[in-house]
Every structure is written in C-alpha cells, then in structure tokens.
C-alpha cells in the first residue's frame, strides 16, 4: 500500500473516529474532498475538551501527525543561520523546528485555542502536537486549581513547560502574554520582559539548549509589534549576557515580512 493511500485512510479514519467521539458532531456529513476533510478533522480536534482517546485511535493520529510533519517539512537547528551569538532570526511557521523548545502564546486558561480553524499560534501547535497536549494542559491546570482554587487562571508571565507530542520539537512553554486592552503601559512593557526572561530560566532549569520564540502578545492581545521586538531582543540579549555559555541557540520566530523586519533591523 503507498504511502499517500494510507494517509488518507487514516484521516477518514480519524474524522469518523473524531465525529464518533463528539455528542454535537457525529452526525456531520464527511466531505469526500482530503482538503475538505483535512480542515473537518482539525475543527474536532480543536473544540474537543481535554480528555484521553482510545489506544487505537490516538495511534493513527500519532501516525498521521508525523506524516503531516514530513509533508510540512522538518527544519532543523543546523538549517537556521545564525546572525550573532547565538541568536537567529526565522520566519515560517513555529511547529516545523526541530529544536529543545517553542513557545506557544496562551490564553489564561492554557487549554490551546477552541475556535475551529483559527489561525493564532495557539491553535496551530495544538493542532499539530495533537490531542494528548490538551490532555497534559488540563491535567496541570486540574492540579493548580486544587492549590490555588478552582477559579485559579495562569497568571501573565509564568511559564508552564510541556511535552510536545506529535511536534518536531521536544518541549512546548506555554505562556500568557499581558493584553493591551487601551494604551501601552510600562507595565505591560515590564510584563513582557517577563515572558522572555521567565521562559529563559525555564529552559536553564531545564537543561533546554534551544528555544525558539514566538511574537509573544503580538497578535489577539494587540502588543505593538516593533516595540514587542525591542522588549525581546533586549531582555534575551541582556539575559544572555547574565548566563553565558547557557543556550545553544535562541530563534525570534516571525510570519509576515513586517515582523521580520522589526527584527531585522535590530540587528543591523
């Protein structure tokens, strides 16, 4: 059987098993279209509250996720260039690296995103690390509500490392970024700071050579982007200089072109 043939049996496999799992859902017509059925597979997976999956069924997803990594294509430490002391600059999308650790930028409730299809960052490594991440989310934030109360929210800043499952990568920090609801503050400029330092003593208790961050705050919670990219090279270069010999290496992640050069010029 080739490959592309059992690809796509495992995704209809997997959307009737999805469509199964779900009281809302199971009665959903199934596109007959692979692009169609693509997109109807990853809307189960998103809404889908965290919980455990068959033994079967979360072995096909594993099987298909990894396919899906290839045919994204898997880019490694060694393929991103190097501007300067370790630091590096990589446009494209965060769930392709192969490094110790990517950011995600949560929400306080640090279950991923439950939008269908929503394009945030959140809702991509989810997606792609598959169900057992929101499981293992759940799971620790079940056990910080039972120390900290059970309407306890990730406070903005503190980290919360996880396995990433089906990711090319071998870790994922989530962390809640500060919202700027009305006008930019030094608060929340100190907040963001925060993300990037506090991220960084993770990886050092952690034994995390690489990490590889993301446009914390920059997109839902309106974090202006050029002063975003300041905050974070500053505080990652001013850490560096605290710890040094600590990283192998720290990639700023970007998607657009104008991100990219927020950084871009920082380094000139």
């Not at 109807?40 to 889908?48: A, C, F, P, Q």
């Amino acid at each position: 059987m080739d490959n592309k043939k059992t690809q796509d049996q495992r995704l209809s496999y997997l959307v009737e098993a999805f469509k199964a799992d779900s009281d809302d859902y199971r009665d959903l017509p199934t596109p007959s279209d692979p692009e169609e059925k693509r997109r109807v597979l990853r809307s189960l997976m998103n809404i889908r509250m965290p919980g455990e999956l068959p033994a079967d069924v979360l072995r096909v997803q594993d099987e298909y996720l990894a396919e899906r990594a290839e045919e994204k294509g898997i880019v490694r430490l060694s393929e991103i260039p190097e501007i300067r002391d370790g630091l590096s600059i990589w446009q494209g999308d965060i769930t392709r690296l192969a490094v110790d650790a990517i950011v995600n930028a949560a929400n306080a409730q640090m279950l991923g995103c439950f939008v269908p299809m929503h394009n945030c960052i959140d809702n991509c490594i989810h997606s792609f690390a598959g169900v057992q991440l929101r499981a293992e989310c759940g799971r620790q934030m079940e056990r910080l509500r039972i120390r900290y109360g059970r309407h306890y929210e990730q406070p903005t800043a503190v980290p919360m490392l996880t396995d990433a499952y089906n990711l090319p990568a071998g870790k994922v920090i989530h962390v809640v970024g500060p919202i700027v609801r009305h006008r930019l503050t030094p608060a929340l400029e100190n907040d963001l700071a925060d993300c990037y330092g506090n991220i960084l003593d993770m990886c050092l208790e952690n034994g995390l050579k690489s990490v590889a961050f993301c446009g914390i705050s920059t997109g839902v919670f309106r974090f202006p982007k050029q002063r975003a990219a300041e905050i974070a090279v500053k505080t990652v270069t001013d850490w560096l200089t605290a710890h040094p010999g600590s990283m192998e290496r720290i990639i700023f992640t970007v998607f657009s072109d104008a991100s990219r050069a927020c950084y871009e010029q920082l380094f000139q």
